[in-house]
């Protein structure tokens, strides 16, 4: 099982390299980072253009090969993934957002992992009755609506829930109220509370998509022969599906669990956006927008970690899930 793993995290150690570099020669041939520094009254010398490009590595006039050599050799050597265009570490920024993020959407994550997953197990095993045909709709109606449709949906009611009791029940603007006297619970009480919309938002529709894959899965194992054969040997409709069928259900749900979480540190900035919370999927669209290429490049290894994360992750519950896999 160890030697599995191992042997797994070398290759993933070398795809995640190679989409590191790939994604900086990438983000450095698209991105223009002198571009911040044009049109302004009065005009900033070349000079003073070129000092800031080279104090950041990323000067185009120098040979892109090179500039990505200066960037791994950093990396490796002090672990540093540069200066962003704001002046900071590029390396601080991420751990600072990865954090915020995993507050956000961990438990979203979680609950909507589970719920879903049972959900779907519940529709699969009364197909086509009422309580799977309601929940295939809801899925499908929740799957169909814009993230951040929900996200307005739900402030406008916690709005009108603030309105109506005449004081601020819910907040949702941010990760807590700048400002806020008191101790410890009160603190955690207001981020909790600024927390209940965003894991709301996340829940519902990881809720929508997971009960849709474990439908589908349970209802492709329901019909196996080792689940008659449970049944032969005396074993209860509904113990036959919890021990047998949920199991093997769930080995191609570890996969897609798996990688869904560990991408989603980078893929909510909607929600976080629509919240307001400064994770690390606003500071992938604002290193875009800002053409801040060790931003953008720092994130994209990022995204390589957690997807090898991700990945030996799936493969332990696999294995844990399938025996054969051990072999």
């Known amino acids: 099982m160890i030697g599995f793993i191992a042997r797994r995290l070398v290759n993933y150690l070398f795809l995640s390299a190679i989409a590191t570099m790939l994604g900086y020669v990438l983000v450095s041939m698209t991105l223009q980072p002198s571009a911040r520094f044009l049109g302004k009254n009065p005009p900033i010398p070349q000079a003073s253009i070129d000092a800031a490009l080279d104090k950041m590595g990323v000067n185009p006039k120098v040979p892109l090969l090179e500039r990505l050599w200066d960037w791994v050799t950093q990396l490796v050597t002090t672990g540093s993934l540069g200066i962003s265009t704001r002046g900071t570490q590029v390396t601080a920024d991420i751990f600072e957002r990865s954090g915020t993020s995993l507050r956000l959407l961990v438990i979203g994550t979680i609950l909507g992992a589970v719920i879903g997953v049972a959900l779907g197990v519940w529709g699969a095993v009364r197909q086509y009755r009422a309580s799977d045909q309601i929940i295939t709709y809801a899925s499908f109606t929740i799957l169909a609506m814009p993230v951040f449709v929900i996200g307005v949906v739900l402030m406008i009611l916690a709005t009108s829930l603030n309105q109506a009791v005449g004081t601020n029940v819910i907040n949702f603007t941010g990760e807590y109220t700048a400002g806020l006297q008191g101790g410890f619970w009160t603190q955690f009480g207001d981020r909790a509370m600024h927390l209940l919309l965003p894991t709301i938002t996340l829940t519902v529709g990881a809720v929508a998509s997971y009960s849709r894959y474990q439908r589908s899965a349970m209802l ?108």
């Open 220 to 327: 492709d194992v329901m019909s196996a022969d080792y689940i008659r054969t449970a049944r032969s040997k005396g074993r209860t409709r509904g113990s036959a599906i919890i021990r047998h069928g949920v199991r093997v259900a769930l080995i191609p749900m570890s996969t897609f669990f798996a990688y869904s979480f560990g991408l989603i540190l980078t893929g909510a900035s909607v929600t976080e956006n629509v919240f307001s919370w400064h994770g690390m999927g606003e500071y992938l669209l604002t290193s875009v927008s800002n053409s801040d290429i060790n931003a953008a490049a720092g994130t994209i290894l990022f995204t390589s970690i957690l997807v090898l994360i991700a990945g030996t992750l799936s493969d332990v519950i696999y294995a844990a899930l399938d025996p054969r896999v051990r072999v």
